[in-house]
């Protein structure tokens, strides 16, 4: 079985090289004879060393010019050649258990992709209950959050990818889809619960409670107009780092 793992990356060298070592671990440690993986890093017009990094890393490194998520992890997947793909965010920090379970997962042949619970480590009160409210949410109704989403390529590629019509939250859709397209081949779309996705709590820091609650609640009370406008989702394209 061969593993893309796919990281979109938008000036990230302070956290890519802590991404890149932790798949590099996780892959030593879940090596077994037929499984290899290919680590590919999405540069989203980066005007940092974020693609150097990468190179020096060893990961092989393609160009995204616009500036959108969900392209960047589409322009991935393009040049992929898993039968599964892997999307993890380049501020994230992937777990060999976790690995384990997603490789197991995909050894028992019953699932069309998961996504994960994640943690963020030194959170205020406030952020740690409302990523406890998300993590109900996303195990209930099998929503990946967007920090993780693995799936097998074929389904990917059938439902379309990620929707570039969406700048955040392309990852619901997604697992939708993918959820819609495995029940009409008796697999399901799961999230795993227990070895959590480390990932970074640097939008609480670099953020107000304010500016965070006030883009959630701009988002829920029009969520098509602001999710198809840039400029109407500054925490996720400001370009605060």
């Known amino acids: 079985m061969h593993l893309s793992i796919i990281i979109p990356a938008f000036n990230e060298e302070r956290l890519i090289g802590q991404c890149l070592q932790s798949i590099s671990t996780s892959l030593a440690q879940n090596y077994k004879p037929g499984f290899s993986a290919e680590v590919i890093v999405v540069d989203n017009n980066s005007t940092d ?27 991935g997947a393009a040049v992929a050649t898993g039968e599964w793909l892997l999307f993890i965010d380049a501020d994230s920090k992937l777990n060999s258990g976790l690995l384990a379970d997603i490789l197991h997962l995909i050894e028992e042949g019953k699932s069309v992709g998961c996504g994960s619970k994640i943690e963020m480590k030194g ?33 990917f590629r059938d439902v379309g990818g990620f929707n570039q019509e969406l700048y955040a939250a392309d990852e619901i ?5 993918l959820a ?39 988002v829920l009370l029009s969520p098509r107009s602001s999710l198809q406008d840039k400029s109407k989702l500054p925490i996720w394209y400001d370009g605060r780092r």
């Open 173 to 177: 859709t997604l697992s939708q889809e």
């Open 123 to 155: 959170l205020p009160w406030w952020a740690n209950s409302t990523l406890q409210l998300w993590t109900a949410v996303s195990v209930s109704c099998r929503w990946a959050a967007g920090a993780l989403v693995v799936c097998r390529s074929d389904a």
């Open 49 to 75: 060393n974020t693609s150097d990094l990468a190179r020096q890393a060893g990961a092989k490194v393609v160009f995204e010019p616009v500036n959108q998520i969900g392209r960047a992890r589409n322009a």
């Open 180 to 218: 819609k397209w495995g029940r009409e081949r008796g697999l399901e779309f799961i999230i795993l619960t227990k070895h959590p996705l480390e990932t970074s709590s640097r939008k609480v820091l670099l953020y107000s409670a304010p500016e965070i609650f006030g883009q959630i609640f701009r």
